[in-house]
């Protein structure tokens, strides 16, 4: 299993680096390097966002995030006060950017 991490601006959710295992099972293309969501809440910034399970992180506030540890450095940086871009895609679905935001409870 890929390193995992909890992001600090994704609350309750639980990102990972792709492995090729997950790959073949969600429908990837063999060789794709990617952060992969793994869990999220539904009711959180990333939830709210459209992220959901399985999905690639392809980049954050226009950087690359190819692992895991990327997407985690790059969320620290960000503010979801002022929002932070996010491009992400999921097997059958393309790319698409999605801003997260702080949630109201």
Same mark, same amino acid.
């Not at 890929?2 to 609350?11: E, K, W």
């Not at 960000?78 to 935001?101: M, N, P």
């Given at each position: &299993?890929?390193?995992? /991490?909890?992001? %600090?601006?994704?609350?309750? /959710? ?5 492995? =090729? ?5 969600? !429908? ?11 869990? &999220?809440?539904? %009711? !959180? =910034?990333? +939830? &709210?966002?459209?992220?959901? =399970?399985?999905?690639?992180?392809? /980049?954050?506030? !226009?950087?690359?995030? =190819?692992?895991?540890?990327?997407? /985690? ?15 992400? %895609? !999921?097997?059958?679905? +393309?790319?698409?950017?999605? &801003? ?6």
């Amino acid at each position: &299993v890929g390193a995992m /991490s909890r992001a %600090r601006d994704l609350p309750m /959710s639980v990102i990972a680096d792709l492995t =090729p295992e997950w790959a073949e099972d969600l !429908g990837y293309a063999e060789g794709t390097k990617a952060c992969m969501v793994v869990t &999220v809440h539904r %009711r !959180g =910034p990333a +939830g &709210v966002a459209g992220l959901r =399970p399985g999905m690639l992180i392809l /980049s954050v506030n !226009g950087k690359a995030t =190819p692992t895991a540890k990327a997407v /985690s450095t790059a969320l620290q940086n960000g503010s979801t006060r002022k929002g932070i871009e996010v491009a992400i %895609r !999921g097997a059958k679905v +393309g790319r698409q950017v999605v &801003v997260l935001r702080e949630v109201e409870e």
